[in-house]
């Protein structure tokens, strides 16, 4: 044995005692230094808050002190005077909010989105869910009121309109910036409508409005004027509702106008939201977030720190979700929506509302007349319109809505003074349907109980619907059987959302059933006006009528009201006749909402869940909630 070998040991063991003497104190410190780091962040924390509320309070007082002296006046539109309409405060609802005894910033809205987006860039987009995202990051010169539905300034604190209803000039607040710093002026608002009317963007639909403005005009850094060729009803919507987008941001995308096109999340604005990377958000996240925008220039505070949608379009990995805590609303189909309301894990964390918006859109089928360049059997509007008597509405709302819906007479609404109460549904059902296939020269030949025209081809026809709404689906097997019953083989075709765009802009269908949103008072002449079939427009149904044309273009031009309805009944009572869309119905809003959620309200809009300037808020001890 060497007995000289433990004393050569000890200076190992020394230096592996003075490591690990080290390595406590380094995790001493280290500990030390994360305690202070984490209270340095709180301090911060709390210090933004207060400069936050101090912001808030100073842009209060001059919001206040600015439109003391100015005479209130809730819509201008009329331009019967030359007087400027000093803006409504846009904020009062948020600001009621804000002083509630329980309100607090932060926390995370949580939505989820029932199919996948193609893109959110501004113009390009064509989907409601697009639009939601973008509406808390881009903001318009007015907005309406939730309760009175009358104009408030947004970013005009007021507006013109010369007597003959022709000029319409907007003074900006002052103080407006977008969300990186940099100034909002009157040149970013002549740059939105220059960006949007430039032929290279992909926005036909968009300009199909806009076409009617001749320019837009900076007088100053605070005032823009819209100039328009001829009197349009919907003038201070128009001018007043287009977003304003950054000059610095977009303007460079007009030398690459294919990439801007193909783009899928160019998304930048002053709204009190915004995408941490503004160039750089892709559908295949499966998820859009937004961040609360630290330079808000409005005189409230956006209450969530965070709005996140998750993409989900499976219906019960949705409810799923909602049950889990991962989602603050669920929209339940009708079936649903009575199942639930027994539900006692729902009714514990939600409450549930039922409610028809008066801008409640509405669903249709619309009959492809021109395929190919050729017509198709829909061109005869004998068939379209025994196409219409065959299609059982009051069914589907009884079997399929469960009497959570109304029919769809038309794009105008019942209660809007655009429908002429006189104009109803078509009657006759199976019976007047037969008798106009037949006089079309549609009968059965083989005695197989199928139609077949003077050819001898069946009248068969393929319908293109979203696959993943479920009600949409029971729809169209309802209507298999109905149509199935005159004679008729219609073969379903559940087809991706982005595919049926694809095959809208190609018109490469023979029927489609999808929705349209609506509005107080609807512009159709996207949708039917024959000038809209080409360049990508919405009346991919190829429908022409000159008198429907006339009556549309009479409407828009009208801004007696008296007059300008007696236009639209007529466009209303051509478009019943004509049948280029069967119309179906207009569906109740059915939403659960997690009762973590304060402030949650109905309006004439509907809920003000959506509402920005943001109106509803998680209270501090709700935010922690799963």
């Known amino acids: 044995m060497n007995h000289t070998d433990p004393p050569r040991r000890w200076p190992l063991w020394l230096a592996f005692a003075l490591v ?18 984490t209270e340095m962040l709180r301090v911060l924390d709390e210090q933004s808050a207060d400069l936050r509320q101090m912001r808030t309070a100073l842009r209060t007082m001059e919001e206040r002190l600015r439109h003391a002296p100015l005479a209130a006046s809730a819509d201008n539109a009329s331009g019967a005077d030359n007087a400027a309409a000093a803006a409504p405060d846009a904020f009062a609802r948020a600001r009621a909010a804000a002083a509630q005894p329980d309100f607090a910033l932060g926390g995370t809205f949580l939505r989820t989105f029932g199919t996948g987006l193609k893109t959110i860039t501004p113009l390009i987009s064509a989907d409601a869910y697009a639009s939601e995202v973008q509406g808390y990051v881009l903001e318009t010169l007015l907005t309406r009121d939730a309760d009175t539905l009358q104009w408030q300034g947004m970013l005009a604190e007021r507006w013109e309109v010369s007597p003959g209803g022709l000029n319409f000039t907007f003074w900006l607040r002052p103080g407006l910036q977008f969300s990186d710093g940099s100034p909002l002026t009157a040149d970013d608002v002549c740059f939105s409508y220059e960006f949007l009317m430039n032929e290279a963007i992909a926005a036909p639909r968009l300009r199909a409005y806009y076409e009617r403005i001749r320019k837009v005009e900076a007088i ?9 060729d001829e009197p349009y009803f919907d003038a201070l919507a128009l001018a007043g509702g287009m977003e304003v987008l950054s000059r610095k941001f977009y303007e460079p995308w007009l030398k690459k106008p294919r990439e801007f096109n193909e783009s899928r999340g160019l998304l930048f604005g002053s709204g ?3 995408l941490a990377d503004p ?12 961040e609360r925008n630290p330079r808000y220039w409005a005189p409230v505070e956006a209450s969530f720190d965070h709005i996140s949608w998750r993409v989900m379009e499976n219906d019960s990995a949705r409810l799923a979700a909602f049950r889990n805590g991962e989602t603050d609303l669920y929209s339940a189909r009708p079936r649903e929506y009575r199942q639930l309301q027994a539900d006692a894990q729902i009714s514990a964390h939600a409450r549930h509302f039922e409610y028809m918006s008066p801008t409640a859109g509405y669903s249709w089928i619309g009959w492809n007349q021109s395929r190919g360049g050729k017509p198709t059997r829909f061109a005869d509007v004998r068939v379209r319109r025994a196409m219409t008597l065959l299609t059982d509405v009051e069914r589907i709302i009884n079997e399929i809505f469960l009497g959570y819906a109304v029919p769809a007479v038309s794009p105008f609404a019942a209660g809007s003074p655009q429908h002429d109460p006189a104009i109803t549904q078509p009657v006759g059902g199976l019976e007047a349907a037969r008798k106009l296939l037949a006089e079309a020269g549609y009968a059965e030949r083989n005695g197989d109980g199928i139609l077949r025209d003077a050819q001898g081809k069946p009248f068969e026809f393929e319908l293109v619907f979203f696959q993943n709404n479920e009600d949409t689906r029971q729809i169209v097997l309802l209507l298999r059987d109905l149509y199935a019953r005159a004679g008729i083989i219609m073969k379903p075709v559940p087809t991706e959302w982005a595919v049926m765009l694809e095959r809208m ?11 349209w949103t609506s509005g107080i008072e609807v512009d159709i002449y996207q949708m039917f006006h ?3 079939i080409a360049d990508g427009g919405d009346n991919f149904i190829g429908h022409r009528n000159a008198r429907l044309d006339a009556a549309i273009d009479a409407a828009r031009s009208e801004t007696d009201e008296e007059r300008r309805m007696a236009h639209w009944h007529e466009a209303e009572r051509l478009l019943v006749e004509d049948a280029p869309y069967t119309f179906l119905v207009r569906g109740k809003s059915l939403v659960f909402v997690r009762d973590r959620l304060a402030n949650v309200q109905p309006t004439r809009l509907g809920l003000n869940l959506l509402a920005v300037p943001v109106e509803i808020y998680l209270p501090a001890n709700r935010q922690k909630e799963k």
């Open 505 to 515: 802009n190609q018109r490469d269908f023979d029927a489609i059933t999808l929705g």
């Open 530 to 532: 024959s000038s809209q």
């Open 20 to 37: 690990v003497g080290v390595l406590l104190l380094v995790m001493v410190q280290s500990d030390r230094q994360w305690q202070r780091m």
């Open 220 to 228: 100053d850094a605070r005032t823009v004027r819209f100039v328009f």
């Open 279 to 290: 160039l750089n958000w892709r559908p295949d996240q499966g998820r859009v977030e937004l």
């Open 272 to 274: 009190p939201y915004r």
